[in-house]
């Protein structure tokens, strides 16, 4: 790992970096981010908005630019999708994330979101990293779907090489040959970003796995192998999604859900409270 | 998943199987296997035994034939290595966990194992699946480093299909494009698991990261991706292990482990039991 | 394959694309390209582009843009590598090859370039493959490093479906386990594509080995699964590349390899040949 | 490449191992194995090996014992299946090549065949290797389906080392995301192998490609690369296979492949020529 003079952790001070959206701090509080895959409608983008908002989610996202593997697919509703994200944020209070895919619409797109989001296929498009890397918005930084950990944070050395350090990583599943989920999801990266680099990491347990039944499990297994947050895709009507139906989870499996992470949450604060009293008590023993 | 004819969960009454060994109950308790890689002498399995016993660990695993890349690599101790498991187990009463990789060897290993694990490399051993079908000791089949749920599936209806219905499934890494980690841990296996078929499965962390510092994060993961146990390997003396050194975890470390996964365990049970206590509330009410 | 609308081999005519570029005719005769992976300077790509030209190659290679994983590895020379490309085409007459990363950079790129190459990490840049689809340059699309040929004749789709029918695909190696060479080539895909697409396919077999001594092999490999031809990395003097310095062929083995090839061509025509004879023969009999 | 002490090339004599069969030389002449997938009766296996000998095969290729991914799978008529082969030898001359997978059938099985083939699923076991490197048979062991140059190379180390000096490698395609064909042949393997190992390699378009339609092609490309033969899958009457239908190959397909293969070893004969009278005629001017 080197060459990444920005992205490491330093050994001198450990510090690590806390990514502020208005009150949201990624890499301190365990940050969930809710909601469709894509902009659909006004009505589908705030209602969905609301019900996140309500279950206690902090941040909304959303796409206006959908990169689809084929021409003819639906491919957002760009500036028209961006309008709903900024009147859903007037509605809820919820920052929006966003995707940004060319270069061209970087500054543009600041206008409307709080955070940029690169795509797992963007991860390695260079000029639009130096691009989002010379805005005052963060980066959410998706992994490529075959990246190593190595290549990743290269990337995310490109945007702080041009100023911007606020970059959020997030694994989002890459590709195997287990066909049964979409994806498979990594968590053995988290600790392992932890491990290297000061970014805060998240994890997208709906694209890294593609199945509505997994989705839960896997997001208690990421707060427990310590990541900072989840991105989840919920739609306030699944069965009409116009893309990824089979991983939109509906409002009520979301509130459940948010709920065993908040009994999750509170045991994990304990185990890592006990550590540090352990590190208290054997500090004053000395 | 066509032809699992033994190995589906059943849509009917969706029973699942619980693996009895003495009193360890696999698919009912979350059951923790500790203890070293390959068994080296005397000395160092009876004392790792001692301390993982001490530490709360359920049974005792020990390779005796260890399968290695290299034909010059250290390949276990053979039967002296059977016999230092026995004695083990007579000191602490932990059930013993062994791999048996040749046909030939079935039969007598049964006298000293009370589980036969199958090791990766062997999952599609056919002749060696056939033969442990045969015989009246729970079975711990490994995945393959690149097979799919439904390969995998497939050598677990071998082992049914001749009678010995005690398989327990155990993950225990891919190899992906990431060398970061050893292999990549792939914890959406085990909801997937649970989706389709009645057997219990564990996680391997140790193989399935090969790295000391990933350990601990995704075997609290693994119980909260609700697998059914772990298999760690743990070395009195870790830097003198004559194999997979790296993975090797110290006794002291392990000891912490586990009282974070008892931790963890309490508050997935309490998690379980609010969904109970709603289905009950619900069926109250109707 | 479905939506392949551009892109699918008509089953009526089963015409196939011949793309000129100058008096290359690329998907009619056995086409070589060849030169520097990176232009690096006017001296060294000019004395390369002789040495090519005077073996036999029909067109000549350089990047002048080069994405690279780490952003403080060299990243081409821009518009200097251009004019030097220019001038090195006015000095052999080969028609120019050059990557372009950047949706900004198409319309002036065009001014130096014969043939636009879209880069392995760039495939699913769609913002860059409409901005190529819209201009009247053939285009060399790369496969993605682990793209199945459904995603890349998707990619593919996108620059047809902007009007630009003019699409050269180029096999370049995928990412595997093998970690002998450098990528894996994936040669069966050349009959694949020949099966479902009407587009012409050449093969790289300098990235996609990354090993000298195996592209000489894989080149011949390359004509015999039925290629249209191969793109080549030679540099006048490989121990001073800038990058990719273990494929750099220096010009007196590429001049060997030029033999052989057209060895292997008339050999392969006379095959072919013979297949006609016989087709015209059993017609005249019926 | 560690450790290899018995399979490395020796950079001294750098002279490479010759496998004899009867009049067969693999390592010397271009050799081509062909038969059915499976002995699925006395007629269709002679038939087929009446048809492949007449094409100019020579060795026949036919499993009896078929390892398959379900257990209710047709799994080989077993020693029947050996009697009909040895029959098919006595009636056409040519030698037999067999799958054996199980340590307790070796030394019966060598009654029957001319070569113990191990297939892919069973590279690494270890037990297998060990038996057949104590018989006085060659082993044509295939490469496993996601195994480096190093794990392979490492399994023939384990039969030479038991004294089995006669292996021959073959590629059979390694398991990549490509699904249009079966698997991905890897014939950049072959000059790699050349360049560290004395063995020689053949490589298996059949199972490496999986599409009848892609066989030819990447035959002739197996042997541009430098392989030492193929094996291919040719079956009387392929619609009626029971098992690997679409792979199996009509004996008129084959013999049309045969004629191209013969003109294309002339084709290669005369490069070789060619480079040794350029060594003859520099050694002469020295």
Known sequence: MKNLKLTSLSSDDRKRTVVTVDNVKIGEDFVVIAGPCSVESEEQ?????????????NMLRGGAFKPRTSPYAFQGLGLQGLKILEKAKRETGLPVVTEVTDPRDVSWVCEYADVLQIG?????????LKEVGKVDRPVLLK??????????LNCAEYVLAEG???????????????TYTRNTLDLGIVPSVKEVS???????????????????????????????GIIIEVHCNPCEALCDKDQAMPPDVFAAL????????????????????????RMKNI
């Open 45 to 57: 983008t705030i209602k969905t908005a609301r019900k996140v908002k309500e279950a206690g989610a």
């Open 120 to 128: 797992a296929r963007n991860m390695q498009n260079f000029s639009l």
């Open 143 to 152: 992994r490529g779907i075959n990246s190593t950990l190595e290549e990743w």
């Open 164 to 178: 911007n350090q606020n970059v959020i990583l997030c694994e989002r599943g890459i590709r195997t040959f287990e």
């Open 198 to 228: 000061h970014l805060p990491i998240i994890v997208d347990p709906s694209h890294g796995t593609g199945k509505l039944s997994v989705i839960e499990p896997m997001s208690l297994a990421a707060m427990a192998a310590g990541a900072d």
């Open 258 to 281: 948010m709920k065993k992470l908040a009994a999750l949450r509170s045991c994990m604060h304990e185990m890592d409270q006990d550590k540090k009293n352990i590190i208290v008590h």
